[in-house]
């Protein structure tokens, strides 16, 4: 009786133990499960895995999670997907294409509520998002009276994770709930170009920098029209939609969203922003690539004269291209808070290709391949003047030549376009 008794209590000890030891690992399940931030979920986690042109110029590959390895923190930082964006780790993101899904209620709470709000753009509000590790973001929320679907708004997340370059505002999340459809970008802390131009809050833009913004904006064009696979023509090129980060160095914003009365040619009204609009885009209701060579010749001299196109600036333009025939004596027209602190070489041959790319006629307009080339040689020119390398002279010449041949096609030989794809690629890996 006494072992049976023995027994008994040595089985019912044991199951205690299980039993409390499963209670235990119970518990310590549950609470990992709670403490898990939603962000990090299957559902907020998941990458679009997409194809990416990876050089600019030939080969397009297929990115997925295996391509990661142990590479996957450098390479997520280098293809402008830092590996802080919303505390993930670097097993949660794509290399070089991943495009991270969140919900709702993260960009609520990282809003607060959204209230946030930093500005008003064509597609909807944006805001500024404040991520869990400190870390900020904008988020877009598009307009709700879109017609687009969520299969629309998922191919259009696609197509716009496949465009990284330095020059422009990089997309990095998006969030498709409750009837909400969100884009998140890297947030660019210096705000929109317009704002230094027009607000006296921020310091006056110098010259220099203002030929810098004009080439950081020419690359990034480029990049759109000849690196993007398919090519992707911005259609609304102002200095609101050009955006400055923490180094003062500009990127473009709004491209490759689609808005169906942008793209319908029989739209009753016309799209864009006036003041920046091609004429010829005015009469056919198409938008091209040298649509946006028009905006940008107008966004070149808003440079120069810190003026407001929708304030009579191309008019101002044409009465100064009256005396100058298009090529020099820019100077009367040049922003007067500059107090004469600029190049007079330098704005001849800015405000010359600002005029050849507003031609009425596009196929007189250069591309933007030509642009950038210009402006390179440019802030080239002003370092060897600076190191006393070359005389400035013969330097002006060749630049005030090259603008001259603009919108004449002009072969490029294997080596230059060689050298030009190698430049592309370094650029869209940034």
């Known amino acids: 009786?006494?072992?049976?008794?023995?027994?008994?209590?040595?089985?019912?000890?044991?199951?205690?133990?299980?039993?409390?030891?499963?209670?235990?690992?119970?518990?310590?399940?549950?609470?990992?499960?709670?403490?898990?931030?939603?962000?990090?979920?299957?559902?907020?986690r998941r990458a679009a895995t997409i194809p990416i042109r990876t050089n600019g110029a030939d080969t397009c590959t297929i990115l997925s999670d295996s391509s990661m390895g142990t590479e996957s923190s450098r390479t997520s930082v280098q293809n402008g997907i830092p590996l802080w964006f919303g505390g993930l780790k670097k097993g949660h993101v794509i290399a070089a294409s991943g495009i991270l899904e969140y919900s709702y209620k993260d960009l609520q709470k990282a809003t607060y509520n959204f209230t946030s709000l930093i500005g008003q753009g064509a597609f909807g509000p944006v805001y500024k998002a404040q991520m869990t590790a400190g870390q900020a973001v904008a988020v877009k929320v598009l307009a709700t009276d879109s017609k687009q679907g969520e299969k629309e708004f998922h191919t259009e997340v696609m197509l716009l994770g496949r465009l990284h370059h330095r020059n422009l505002v990089n997309l990095v999340g998006y969030c498709a709930e409750k009837g909400q459809h969100m884009l998140i970008y890297v947030y660019m802390s210096k705000g929109?170009?317009?704002?230094?131009?027009?607000?006296?809050?921020?310091?006056l833009l110098s010259w220099d920098l203002r030929v810098q913004v004009a080439l950081d904006v020419a690359r990034g064009l480029e990049y759109l029209h000849d690196g993007a696979v398919p090519p992707v023509i911005h259609r609304d090129?102002?200095?609101?939609?050009?955006?400055?980060?923490?180094?003062?160095?500009?990127?473009?914003?709004?491209?490759?969203?689609?808005?169906?009365?942008?793209?319908?040619?029989?739209?009753?009204?016309?799209?864009?922003?006036?003041g920046y609009l091609d004429p010829e885009y005015i009469s056919t209701r198409a938008f091209t690539k040298k649509s946006d060579v028009y905006s940008f010749g107008v966004l070149l001299f808003e440079l120069i004269a810190g003026r407001n196109p929708q304030q009579g600036l191309m008019e101002y333009v044409e009465l100064a291209a009256m005396n100058t025939e298009g090529k020099v004596g820019w100077e009367e027209i040049v922003d007067?808070?500059?107090?004469?602190?600029?190049?007079?070489?330098?704005?001849?041959?800015?405000?010359?290709?600002?005029?050849n790319c507003i031609n009425r006629s596009p196929r007189k307009r250069p591309s933007m391949r030509d642009i950038v080339q210009v402006l390179s040689r440019i802030l080239t020119n002003r370092q060897n003047k600076k190191h006393h390398r070359r005389d400035s002279s013969v330097a002006a010449d060749e630049v005030a030549l090259s603008i001259d041949q603009l919108g004449q096609p002009s072969p490029m030989n294997s080596e230059h376009r060689r050298a030009e794809s190698m430049s592309s690629a370094a650029d869209s890996c940034e």
């Open 237 to 274: 090129i102002k200095s609101s939609n050009i955006l400055l980060d923490q180094s003062m160095r500009a990127r473009v914003a709004d491209f490759g969203l689609s808005r169906e009365d942008m793209l319908n040619r029989h739209a009753s009204n016309i799209q864009g922003t006036f």
């Open 1 to 44: 009786m006494k072992e049976r008794s023995f027994g008994l209590i040595i089985g019912i000890s044991i199951g205690v133990v299980i039993g409390g030891l499963l209670a235990v690992v119970g518990i310590l399940c549950f609470r990992y499960h709670r403490k898990r931030p939603q962000i990090g979920n299957s559902s907020s």
């Open 192 to 203: 929109s170009l317009a704002s230094h131009l027009y607000s006296e809050e921020h310091e």
């Open 336 to 355: 007067s808070r500059l107090e004469g602190n600029f190049n007079e070489h330098e704005l001849n041959d800015v405000a010359a290709l600002a005029y």
